[in-house]
């Protein structure tokens, strides 16, 4: 009975290293205390001064800006990467593969610096841009993965059929291939997205002056002693992706129910 115990202590655990700072970090937003070293009375003070901030609101602009251009980026580059990798054949092959999974694999930190260096050396202006070159080019590898695992289970003999009943290959590729594959293009381009929004070593390479996301006036308003507002903020993005993900399950549950 006590080794049955364990397992659920286990998770019991896991759950409040992951959860119990992001507790922590609501509480603070709604303390009067500057430093939250202790509690100080309730106020909406700090959500004020952020509705406040331009600053902020044009960083978390310019941060879904970039997010989107790349996610689209990287799910067209993405999905065509998954169908050459799926129907490529040779000793090659091995090879391909390796080149989509190296960015997965490379520290954020060199990708970084790789991307400043070429850059600079094509002398391509840094800003806006180049982040969007910069976080296509990683997102299009988790793209292609999420893809590819979609693709594994394709049954391609209802491409063929679809040809024999005199579908085109552009119609049997937009009426059969991509039916089936949309919800990995989608969960690829949610991926890629997120991936984007929360990216800030690559992005503090490769940023220009004025192209400033939201990581990096997160991380700038920590350097100035701001982590009231930061509270807050984080607050509010908890809320959205807590609002996403129940909106999400109950669409799935309600695709499910007879």
Not at 20 to 32: E, L, Q
């Amino acid at each position: 009975m006590k080794q049955e115990r364990w397992p659920g202590l286990i998770f019991a655990g896991v759950l409040l290293f992951f959860y119990v700072p992001m507790v922590v970090v609501v509480a603070n937003s709604f303390n009067a205390s500057r430093f939250g070293t202790r509690w100080q009375g309730f106020t909406f003070d700090w959500y004020a001064k952020l509705f406040a901030d331009r600053g902020i609101w044009d960083a978390f602009v310019n941060t879904l800006i970039v997010g989107g251009a790349a996610s689209l980026a990287a799910v067209v580059l993405g999905t065509l990467s998954a169908l050459c990798l799926h129907r490529a054949r040779g000793f090659l092959l091995r090879f391909k593969f390796g080149l989509v999974y190296l960015p997965l694999a490379v520290p954020d930190i060199l990708m970084g610096i790789s991307l400043l260096l070429m850059f600079v050396m094509v002398r391509v202006e840094l800003g806006f841009t180049t982040i969007i070159l910069a976080h296509g080019c990683f997102c299009t590898s988790y793209v292609a993965m999420v893809v590819l695992a979609r693709l594994q289970d394709f049954d391609f003999s209802t491409m063929e059929a679809a040809r024999d009943l005199g579908a085109s290959p552009v119609q049997a590729g937009l009426r059969v291939l991509f039916p089936q594959l949309a919800p990995g293009i989608f969960s690829g381009a949610l991926l890629a997205f997120s991936l984007s929004v929360d990216d800030y070593v690559i992005t503090f390479f490769v940023a220009g002056p004025g192209a400033t996301t939201l990581p990096l006036r997160v991380y700038s308003m920590i350097k100035h002693g701001a982590p009231p507002l930061i509270n807050a903020l984080s607050t509010l993005i908890l809320a959205a992706t807590f609002l996403l993900v129940g909106l999400a399950l109950r669409f799935r549950n309600k695709e499910h129910t007879p």
